[in-house]
């Protein structure tokens, strides 16, 4: 266990990668709704978690209106688990390692 991710951490990533380690992808529009929150406001907290090698961002060209679809990587699903294991052991009141990413 490595500890609490401050990547992860904050309250709208938390929500994002907790929803998207249920499923395959998500629509933008979908994870905005979840979150309740503008769509500058899901953009940011997507691009800081895509950033860190967490999710994945496509636009599948088509017909119609591009839609964007996030997805968790390998990466991400491994620091979001290894996180939530951290999380539980503070609950439990175990010592955690320091926090990192």
């Known amino acids: 266990m490595t500890g609490l991710n401050e990547i992860i951490h904050a309250p709208n990533r938390l929500r994002i990668c907790a929803f998207l380690s249920t499923?395959?992808?998500?629509?933008?529009?979908?994870?905005?709704?979840?979150?309740?929150?503008?769509?500058?406001?899901?953009s940011k907290q997507l691009k800081v978690l895509e950033d860190a090698g967490y999710v994945?961002?496509?636009?599948?060209?088509g017909k119609g209106r591009v839609k964007t679809w996030a997805a968790l990587t390998t990466q991400g699903k491994g620091a979001y688990e290894e996180h939530v294991a951290a999380l539980k052991a503070l609950i439990a009141g175990q010592p955690s390692p320091a926090v990192g990413h």
């Not at 499923?23 to 899901?42: K, P, Q």
């Not at 994945?56 to 060209?61: D, I, Q, V």
């Open 23 to 42: 499923i395959d992808h998500a629509e933008f529009g979908t994870i905005r709704d979840m979150l309740g929150v503008a769509d500058s406001v899901a």
């Open 56 to 61: 994945k961002l496509s636009k599948p060209t």
